[in-house]
């Protein structure tokens, strides 16, 4: 199967206006090496930290907070549709 059916007119422009730019992948993938071990790294810090009944509390006065500042109809957590 031919790789440019695969992507929209669109996106296949995008792709050769970054090609044609002079753009190279490899390079900022090795120019980004540092803040991608560093992403990654607080993402499986993130996923690995357990739900705790303080985080439920803390989150549920935010949305009260800002539900309190909101007008009546316009609730974003505590109205119901």
Known sequence: M???TLISPEQQSRNDHI???GWDREEQLKTNQKAMKLLKAMIERNQSKKT???DLRFWQFVY???DSHRPMGQKLF???S
Do not use: F, M, N
Request: charged residues 55%; aromatic residues 0%.
């Open 78 to 80: 505590s109205e119901k």
């Open 2 to 4: 031919d790789k440019s």
């Open 64 to 66: 009260e907070t800002i």
């Open 19 to 21: 090609l044609d730019s």
């Open 52 to 54: 705790t009944e303080e």
